[in-house]
């Protein structure tokens, strides 16, 4: 007899197998149990019928306690009432380990109680969908940027530098200096684009958030792809297609995990469509004060205005060039204006907000230099960067998505937290 997963069922009906599962529900009458499943890849309902097994097995069925793990035999039936579509029917059961009393049970938790219980909360429905899409847009992007001849690049998690400025940095002692835990890694994966064309970074990023947000994490994933000889219009072009792909993945790989969290795949359709609507700032800027928010020009956008502007629109919007005073020292200025830079952010529809910050980078070393200068930085820290600009410089663009961020919009969380195995938020550090 074979040893199968659940989601393997389906290649087995009316086999006889043999699947190791933990309880996660059970219903039972006199005649009859219903054990509801899981193993990790699937959930499913295993059916005891009394007169069917030994006296042993029924009476160890109805004892079965939530999240006791043990093997079941039997055979594999279709189900059409159930979303998983199979059942087992059961002929033994051994036991391997019993359980305790379960803290999370059916019945409704509180986002507190099941946070501190993360470690098993992982174990339920809800988030074992969501963390089988993480992994599909995990493994959709090392796909994608293959495919579009990137090479991946692991820029260093320890570093001297602050790309995204000083004021959200994670220090630590580095042999008797300061070192901080990474904002971003994209000022190294700007030396790795001028060494190897296309690359791109996929890793922990750190930023000490001090604001309690449902788009805010202190410890979350990113992807950093840089691109030599390349302007921001490609870029744009890259990044709308990759977030595409991404949503196309989760389309035809996790159909059973979007009907677990109740996802409407029509929904998500709409977003595979290219191109992406484009609106600069001051347009948007324009929209939020049609829309009756307070905000001038040359203000950054909260996450109410930008809830504000995404959801005037059907798709995923660009918004283009924002003022100088409001994004970082590295990016490219405009050619016909003095006050912006050559960047843009991606609004995900719902009101999710940004998920991807990019830009074409400044290539012209006495500029960064001066830039650098007058903004305060220390110059010794940022030597090697600046000799990006000295040795043949050329011009290059790159962008960020934060994993978290996709993540919860495809699945439509309210929350990052729900997103990423275990979150680390300004109250949290454990589990
Ligand atoms: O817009 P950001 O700050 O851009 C950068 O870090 C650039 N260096 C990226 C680049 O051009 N290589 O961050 C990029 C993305 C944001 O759009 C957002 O999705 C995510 O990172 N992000 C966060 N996600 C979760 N928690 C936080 N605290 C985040 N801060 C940024
Ligand atoms: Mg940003």
Redesign the pocket.
Known sequence: MQTITIADAKNHIDEEVKIGVWLTDKRSSGKIAFLQLRDGTAFFQGVVVKNVVSPETFELAKKLRQEASFYVTGTIHQDDRSHFGYEIEISDIELIGDSEDFPITPKEHGIEFLLDHRHLWLRSRRPFAIMKIRNEIIDATYRFFRQEGFIKMDPPILTGTA??GTT?LFETDYFDNPAYLS?????Y?EAGALAYGKVFSFGP?F?A?KSKTR??????W?I???MAFMHQEESLQIQERYVAYLVQAVLDNCRYELQLLDRDPAILERYTKLPYPRISYDEAIKMCQAGGFDIQWGDDFGSPEETYISDQFEQPVFVLNYPKTIK?F?MKEAQDRDDVYICA??LAPEGYG??????ERAIDYEQMKAKMQSQGMNLEDYDWYLDLRKYGSVPHA?????????ITWICHLDH?REAIPFPRMINRLRP
């Not at 904002?183 to 000022?187: C, E, N, V, Y």
């Not at 788009?215 to 979350?220: A, C, G, N, Q, S």
């Not at 790159?398 to 996709?406: K, N, Q, S, T, Y």
């Open positions: 790309p995204e959200e904002q971003s890694g994209q000022l994966m990023t930023r958030e788009r805010h994490l202190t410890e979350f990113m950093e792809p840089e970082p590295y952010d991606l940004e998920i991807i910050g990019g830009s790159g962008f960020g998505m934060g994993l978290e961020r996709a990052l």
